[in-house]
């Protein structure tokens, strides 16, 4: 049987201070973050999510086994603003410190097994708040959404499709939607990891980390 889980977390008067070479060693071994990809983080600052969903490669089709990290979490990234959009509101930014606190998190739920906000494996990485800051962002509000998806080999979607499906299934939670269409919040990170194994019927689930901010002002 085929299913999705989304959990949420809120926190306000996110204030740690730290260094982002701290993080270099739990990214280092998310290999998939450490790939060449088709989509680096300079063009988020020259794309609406319109323009993300003109380029060839945000058509392509998704493989599970063989993915473009940094493609899909940008499509999951414009795809919330493609949503915040429909709702009248403005664009959140691209925060690659919150990208980071996003990918590690994911990495580990899939490394791990486990599906929750809190890592209680290691302390740097106990919560939305602790990862943000290992990853170098201070913030004035964060807010963290989950979603255990999946996409079906036998029936590929592109990385926009796969996006758009993901974003739709979390605006059905009140509070996932909640984060999503916050006004106050202002930044986002993606980070989405595939599992590495397979159902019999080709069902491969991933586990995303949606990682919003506010800037102290």
Request: net charge negative.
């Amino acid at each position: 049987m085929k299913w999705v889980t989304i959990i949420f977390l809120s926190l306000v008067s996110v204030q740690s201070i730290a260094q982002s070479p701290e993080a270099a060693p739990y990214l280092a071994v998310v290999t998939k973050y450490n790939e060449v990809s088709l989509f680096e983080d300079a063009r988020y600052k020259d794309l609406d999510w319109k323009g993300f969903y003109k380029l060839d490669e945000a058509n392509e089709l998704v493989d599970p086994r063989n993915y473009d990290f940094d493609l899909l979490n940008a499509a999951m990234f414009f795809a919330v603003n493609k949503y915040r959009d429909s709702k009248g509101l403005p664009p959140l930014q691209f925060e690659p410190m919150l990208r980071d606190a996003a990918s590690i998190h994911s990495s580990q739920m899939v490394k791990l097994n486990f599906f929750d906000h809190m890592n209680y494996s290691d302390p740097k990485l106990k919560g939305p708040d602790t990862r943000a800051a290992l990853c170098g962002y201070q913030g004035q509000k964060l807010a963290e959404n989950l979603s255990r998806g999946y996409a079906d080999r036998g029936r590929p979607l592109t990385y926009i499709q796969l996006a758009d499906k993901t974003i739709q299934e979390l605006s059905r939670s009140k509070e996932h939607n909640r984060h999503m269409i916050d006004p106050d919040l202002e930044k986002l990170g993606c980070g989405l990891i595939f599992e590495n194994t397979s159902t019999p019927e080709g069902i491969v689930y991933f586990r995303l980390t949606q990682d919003f901010g506010r800037d102290w002002k």
